[in-house]
C-alpha cells in the first residue's frame, strides 16, 4: 500500500554543523505534511509543518521543503546542537474531508550530533 | 504549556487480560487520535474520535479495542483481551480545529504483556 518513508535510519552529523533528513512520499493525495521529533522515551514533538500549496517553510533552525513533483520532503536543521539528538519522522495526510483521519508516519531517522 | 497527559506511564498484564489506557487530551481540543509504537518500529495510527464518535480507524483496531470518551475529559483506550504482540508504547494525541493543524502527543504508555 501507499506509505511514507525515510531514505536513511541513521544520520550522524558534528555539533554546529548543518543537517538534513529526507523523507519520501508515495500518497499523491497528501497535501499536509508535518516532521516530528521523538526522543528516548518521549512521545513525538512537533517541529514544523508545511501545505502542499506550499514548497518552503521556515522555523527557528528548521526549513522543510516539500517537492510535490517527486514526492519528496526534507527537514533542515541549521547549526545543530547536542539537543537535537533524536529521531525525527515525518508524517502526512490528506486533509480532504475535514481532515480527521490520522497521520501516516514515515519509519524515522536516528539524528546523532557528535560533540 | 497545555498538554496531553496519560496514565499509567507503564503498564503490565499478562495475556487474555483485559487494559484500558487513559488520556487527557488538551481542553479546548476537538480531536482525539491512539496511536502505537512497537519497540523500534514507525507510529502507527490506530483510531481517531470526534463528536463523541469514531471518525476513522486502522486495520490494527480490531473488535478487541474500544475507545470512549467518558467524562468529557478523559479519553480512553480498552484492549478486551490482550496478546503478546500488543506489547508496544500507546500514544495518545488531540487536535484543537478542523483542516489541518498538528497533533500533540502524550508521553505515552508503555504496555508490556507477559
Known amino acids: 500500500g501507499e506509505s511514507v518513508g525515510l531514505h536513511l535510519p541513521t544520520l550522524s552529523v558534528q555539533e554546529g554543523d548543518n543537517s538534513i533528513i529526507n523523507c519520501a512520499y508515495s500518497?499523491?493525495?497528501?497535501?499536509?505534511f508535518i516532521w516530528y521529533k521523538q526522543e528516548s522515551g518521549k512521545g513525538p514533538q512537533f517541529i514544523i509543518d508545511?501545505?502542499?500549496?506550499?514548497d518552503k517553510r521556515q522555523g527557528q533552525r528548521v526549513t522543510v521543503l516539500l517537492n510535490k513533483t517527486v514526492k519528496h520532503l526534507s527537514l533542515q536543521i541549521a547549526a545543530t546542537q547536542p539537543g537535537d539528538s533524536a529521531v525525527y519522522f515525518c508524517?502526512?495526510?490528506?486533509?480532504?474531508?475535514?481532515?480527521?483521519?490520522?497521520?501516516?508516519f514515515g519509519k524515522g531517522t536516528h539524528l546523532i550530533i557528535q560533540p | 504549556e497545555p498538554e496531553v497527559t496519560q496514565t499509567p506511564s507503564h503498564q503490565v498484564t499478562q495475556m487474555g487480560q483485559e487494559v484500558i489506557l487513559r488520556c487527557v487530551p488538551i481542553?479546548?481540543?476537538?480531536?482525539f487520535y491512539w496511536y502505537r509504537q512497537i519497540l523500534g518500529q514507525k507510529v502507527e495510527f490506530l483510531v481517531s474520535?470526534?463528536?463523541?464518535?469514531?471518525?476513522?480507524k486502522s486495520e490494527i483496531f480490531d473488535d478487541q479495542f474500544s475507545v470512549e470518551r467518558p467524562d468529557g475529559s478523559n479519553f480512553t483506550l480498552k484492549i478486551r483481551s490482550t496478546k503478546l504482540e500488543d506489547s508496544a508504547m500507546y500514544f495518545c494525541?488531540?487536535?484543537?480545529?478542523?483542516?489541518?493543524?498538528?497533533?500533540?502527543f502524550g508521553p505515552g504508555t508503555r504496555l508490556t504483556v507477559t
Open positions: 474520535f470526534y463528536n463523541n464518535e469514531i471518525s476513522e
Open positions: 508524517a502526512e495526510k490528506s486533509l480532504e474531508g475535514g481532515g480527521a483521519d490520522g497521520l501516516t
Open positions: 494525541a488531540s487536535r484543537p480545529r478542523r483542516g489541518g493543524g498538528e497533533q500533540y
Open positions: 481542553s479546548n481540543h476537538l480531536y
Open positions: 508545511i501545505r502542499s500549496n506550499m
Open positions: 500518497n499523491s493525495a497528501s497535501d499536509y
